[in-house]
């Protein structure tokens, strides 16, 4: 079975409907993670906005790079990026150690498989690394910010 974008859409669906929390799909090289928190409010159970990886995306594209899905998003001003999340929960941080040179910064050119920042997780420290080309646009994270799995932490320009 090829997952297409009405069956991507119809799962979403499903998902939203049923108040699903967690969702893993993997099919050949096409990976999925869904992971939503809910939060009471009204009576009425609403998305959590932490859980939200593409954050007020006017539009959204699949597109396939070095034959892996990515998601890529586009701005207002038709700028074209991606995002890099957090694979885990944990701490972020800029920097190795405190006080030495940050990573990457708004409009630093990454590479693939670059180090762009870690993330401290259970006294472990885990170098999170670009999957993808390009100009860092926008950092979404403060320095020392508890940081969920799937969490956008970075905007890459592609």
């Not at 954050?55 to 998601?71: C, D, E, G, H, V």
């Not at 646009?137 to 932490?153: F, H, N, T, W, Y």
Request: glycine share 4%; proline share 3%.
């Amino acid at each position: 079975m090829q997952i297409t974008i009405k069956k991507l859409q119809d799962l979403l669906s499903s998902v939203q409907r049923k108040k699903i929390q967690t969702l893993k799909l993997k099919q050949g090289k096409f990976e999925l993670l869904l992971n939503k928190t809910y939060k009471k409010v009204n009576q009425e159970i609403i998305p959590s906005q932490k859980s939200a990886v593409l954050q007020n995306s006017p539009s959204t594209i699949i597109k396939s790079i070095n034959n892996t899905k990515k998601i890529f998003c586009v701005n207002e001003d038709r700028t074209e990026y991606a995002t890099i999340v957090s694979p885990m929960v944990g701490t972020f941080y800029h920097s190795p150690a405190p006080g030495e040179k940050i990573f990457v910064q708004v409009g630093d050119e990454v590479k693939f498989n670059q180090t762009v920042c870690i993330i401290e997780a259970m006294k472990l420290m885990n170098e999170i690394e670009a999957e993808i080309e390009g100009k860092i646009i926008e950092i979404l994270v403060k320095d020392g910010d508890i940081v969920d799995c799937g969490q956008a932490l970075m905007k890459v320009e592609t």
